[in-house]
């Protein structure tokens, strides 16, 4: 889900791609619109380090209920140790956050687990990518959390 503005750029460059073709751009605001509830993947790309701890509790709830059991959940950013000093260019982004977005921040490892443990996802792994980000993967479970049916999801 992106805001009208970047959902449009997305949409534009994925249609040059065949791959690009087989995904789906929402448009909306993730904090204020529900999501919608027909994926199986949700990306979380450099959202994370924006927002408060609560509200990505908030948000990861909010994305459990939109999918189905197993669905996975993949999330960019500046995933740091415990004690936010490694990566070192996470730690010198977190000022920028706070002085750029006022209230962003960088987040361990070990904070992101227990926000997914809180909000229905089981942690699977966290993968090196290129530069300073890097991906965790979580996977979604019956954890109690109300989220739609296999046929409700693919609208059956």
Do not use: C
């Amino acid at each position: 889900m992106e805001l009208p503005g970047t959902a449009a750029i997305a949409r534009q460059r994925l249609a040059g791609d065949p791959i690009g073709r087989q995904i789906k751009v929402t448009q909306g605001d993730f904090l204020k619109d529900v999501l919608p509830k027909e994926y199986d993947i949700v990306l979380l790309a450099h959202v994370v380090h924006v927002l408060v701890p609560e509200q990505n509790l908030q948000l990861l709830r909010q994305a459990r209920r939109a999918v189905t059991l197993g669905a996975r959940l993949l999330m960019v950013d500046f995933w740091m140790d415990p004690r936010h000093t490694q990566p070192l260019m996470g730690a010198l982004m977190a000022g920028e956050f706070l002085v750029v977005g006022g209230n962003g921040d960088v987040y361990s490892v070990e904070e992101a687990r227990k926000w997914l443990e809180q909000s229905g996802w089981r942690y699977v792994e966290h993968k090196p990518l290129s530069g300073p980000v890097t991906l965790l993967v979580a996977e979604a479970i019956d954890s109690g959390v109300s989220t739609p049916s296999a046929s409700q999801a693919s609208g059956e």
